[in-house]
């Protein structure tokens, strides 16, 4: 599914972005589901999470995570057979709804020995739809010092200094992702149209993948084959 290049591009950028890895029908049916979710005009980031301890359940909303095209992306770039770490359908409602700070996946979980984010677009987003932006090589700096954000998105995890270097990624249409390290700073801005944004963020493990805190491997972590 990816080439060379593309495997390149994402070690030495800590991103990549992969046009159309998921099909049309897939993403239409996750969005369906999200479509159904309540949302304020202006209202804060709104998510949709796997349940790691029920794996089967809403197999619909999470059919993401089981792809074969999204699972040998994940598979290639990690080197092992993936296992599902996370997932989450997330929304940033229409009219001024807020996306997440500058901020570093592992900073809410440390995780050591390969794992990555594929962030799909289950609609079209625009600039203007609090796309994602990323810093590319941040991964090469490891995880750095963050606080609780306490504004735009209470509770979630924020950079205390951000990026030198920063880039907005262009308009992605539905079944575009873009694939980055659990190191890689990213962030989404303000949905200023009159148009719900959705997508949905796939985060897989390595097989050796451990907590740095413990040292022990992530609980209930999930075969997508399986």
Known sequence: MLTEEEIEQYFREGYLLKRN???QSVVE???AI??????????GWTPKVFDRENPKSEPELHAILRHPSVVTAAGQLLGTPPLIYYGMLAIVPARGGNGLPWHQDNM??????????????????????????VAPG???????ASKRNETTAKGH??????PENSL????????????????????????????NRYAYAAQFCATN???????????LCVDPLG
């Open 168 to 195: 907005l990624l262009p308009t992605l249409s539905p079944g575009d992702t873009c694939i980055f390290t659990r190191d890689t700073l990213h962030r989404s801005l303000t949905n200023t149209t009159d148009q």
């Open 138 to 144: 941040s991964h090469k700096l490891g995880t750095q």
């Open 29 to 31: 049916s996750v969005r």
């Open 21 to 23: 890895l998921v099909p």
């Open 209 to 219: 993948a451990r907590y740095t805190e413990t040292g022990k491997r992530p609980p």
């Open 34 to 43: 999200g479509e159904t979710t309540k949302t304020a005009d202006g209202g």
């Open 157 to 162: 995890r924020e950079a205390l200094v951000e």
């Open 108 to 133: 809410y979980s440390h995780i050591y020995g390969g794992a990555l984010n594929i962030f799909v677009a289950l609609s079209e987003i625009t600039p203007e739809m609090a796309n994602l932006w």
